[in-house]
């Protein structure tokens, strides 16, 4: 029997590195500076890589700067999201993402509760990953607007330093 955390762990890490991977494979797949002239195999080992990496260690297989926009973004969401609890890796951790995904579905809903994995999720948990997504989405964005004043260049590229830096991933453009 695993414990309520380690069961949301495994299946937000599991859900993260297939969508990451479909994501970065699908945008890219053509893109002749980055995943475009490999062969099928090589494509997907790629994105597969980049899908993981980007919320722990920071390698890199592409060149950050020629991805595309939307990919950019997306790679931001999942540095910002980072890795699990009780590793190294930085953002907001994938248990206080998915929590906080699943209380908006249960407001939606109109429930009173979260039940997860026949377990009641408490309000006082709730409000804590609440409190950590706005707390670190406000300094995130106080540091991209002083970025924006102090730093002439790419807003988009701005922005991708900063919630690199903010998650401690290391990827850079």
């Known amino acids: 029997q695993l414990k309520v955390h380690v069961k949301l762990v495994l299946w937000v890490t599991f859900i993260l590195i297939i969508t990451g991977w479909l994501f970065i494979l699908v945008v890219e797949f053509n ?6 002239p ?3 195999l090589s494509k997907s080992m790629a994105a597969l890589f980049q899908s993981v990496t ?17 990919t950019l973004l997306f790679m931001m969401l999942f540095m910002f999201i980072g890795g699990s609890p009780g590793g190294t890796a930085g953002g907001i951790k994938t248990t206080t993402f998915a929590l906080v995904v699943l209380y908006v579905i249960t407001e939606l809903r109109n429930k009173d509760q979260l039940v997860l994995f026949n377990k009641t999720i408490s309000r006082d948990t709730l409000r804590r990953a609440v409190t950590i997504l706005v707390l ?12 924006f004043l102090l730093q002439p260049g790419d807003p988009l590229a701005i922005m ?6 903010m998650a401690t991933v290391g990827l850079s453009m």
């Open 31 to 36: 893109n002749p500076n980055t995943l475009g």
């Open 38 to 40: 490999l062969p099928f």
């Open 54 to 70: 980007l919320r722990t260690a920071g390698f890199s297989t592409l060149n950050i700067a020629l991805l595309r926009p939307a």
């Open 136 to 147: 670190s989405l406000s300094f995130l964005l106080v540091g991209i607007l002083g970025l």
């Open 160 to 165: 991708f330093e900063a919630f690199s830096a």
